[in-house]
Each structure stands twice: as C-alpha cells, then as structure tokens.
C-alpha cells in the first residue's frame, strides 16, 4: 500500500462548463448544486441530461498506485434519476474534439504507440481517432493508457500509419458505466495519481421523464487502491 494520506487530496471543477483542463474552484462534498444546476419542472416532466467534469489532485509527495474509482450508491431519488461515469484526462471537452500531445504509430489492431505519455491527457473509456487523416466517425473506445501507448478496445477502422496526430473525441461519445464496487464491474483499469498531478472524471445525470419533484439528490463516489 502506498503511504498516502486522504486529507492531501482536492477535488475541482474543470476551467470551464464543457470541460478541458482543471480550473481553480475548489468542490465541496455535500454542497447542494455543487455538481449539476436545478432541474427546471419541465425537465422533470420531459426528462434531460446532465454532464459534470470533476478532477482528483495528489497533494501527497508520492504517487498513489492502484487506484479504482466506482460509485458507494445509487442516486436517492432512483430509479427517477441515474448516475454514470467515466475516467477522463485533462483534454476532453464535452461537444468538441481536441488533439492531444505528440504523435501515434495508427494501426488496425488499436494498438497505438505514442512519442508521448497520455495518461493524463486520456482516460480508459474516452473516444480516440486519428486527426490527421480521419474524422470523429472513426473514433474507438480507449480501454488502457500506458506511458508509451493507448490500446483500443477494438480494431481501429480509420486511415493507419505513423506520425498521426490523435485527437479525444467529445466527451458525449465516451462509455459511460456505473461501477458499484471494486469488483462488481470490471471496466477499466486502476490508474496511478502522480504526486502534485490530477486525473479526471466525467459524471452523466440522467433525470427520467415524469420524475417527481424533489428538493435535491445525492450520489457518493469513492476512491480507493486496490
């Protein structure tokens, strides 16, 4: 076990609404609309969805290894409203594509070797696709980031070849799930936050129509090493 203390860790928000880097406000657990606005009666009645960035900074002198983020329960007003996640870097943007750092060796097997370590620009379960060549159309789904590749889920289906410039497709396209425990739903892989460094997540709210009214909602998500 790495010798961690929890208290040297903060949670922020990213640099704008639709994402991208880690921005300077720090969130505050159990403040009412800290993670998603007020939900209109309309929306209520129509139903909508909802979309939260959130980053996890070690504050510790070392890195903390293993770690595995899943949700403690349900939503308290489900089955009205779900929660979903999925891991993220410090590049995504809710609606846009953006590239990430140096280049790729594209191939058809989805195995990718970058000039650059991504793990934390990109997260298992985001969307990745070759920019140069290719549009979001041909985006995969990321099931591993490791310091000299970003491994696919499956074959790429996009223009192959080597110095291609990678780009995180919009964070709506990402694989959302709801892991419930370390082990309940094996998805994605333990990452490693490095001393003063930050990973991200993406949260998806999803208000059912005809949901009740309701005065406010809560969710847990928590952080362990395996």
Known sequence: MSEIDPALFEFYRAVATDGGGIGTSLMVSSTLNNEFDRISSNELLNGTTRYSKQFIKNLNASDWNGVVIYFEA??????????????SGSKSKLYDSVTLSGHATVTA???????SDLRLELGAGEMVFNYTDDT???AGQVSEVTETHVI???PY????????????????????VYPKSQTGIVV????????GAA????????????????????????????
């Not at 996009?158 to 959302?176: D, F």
């Not at 892989?189 to 001393?195: E, K, L, R």
């Not at 005065?215 to 998500?221: G, V």
């Open 74 to 87: 349900l939503t308290t007003r489900n089955p009205y409203t779900e929660i979903s996640m999925c891991p």
């Open 109 to 115: 097997s989805g195995y990718f070797e970058t000039s």
């Open 136 to 138: 979001v159309a041909f």
């Open 152 to 154: 696919l889920k499956y």
């Open 157 to 176: 289906g996009g223009t192959l070849g080597a110095g291609k410039v990678l780009a995180v497709a919009p964070a709506t396209m990402s694989m959302y």
């Open 188 to 195: 994605y892989p333990p990452v490693t936050i490095p001393a």
């Open 199 to 226: 990973i991200a997540v993406w949260k998806k709210y999803r208000v059912i129509p005809g949901c009740p009214q309701y005065a406010n909602d809560w969710f847990t998500l928590k952080i362990e090493e395996v």
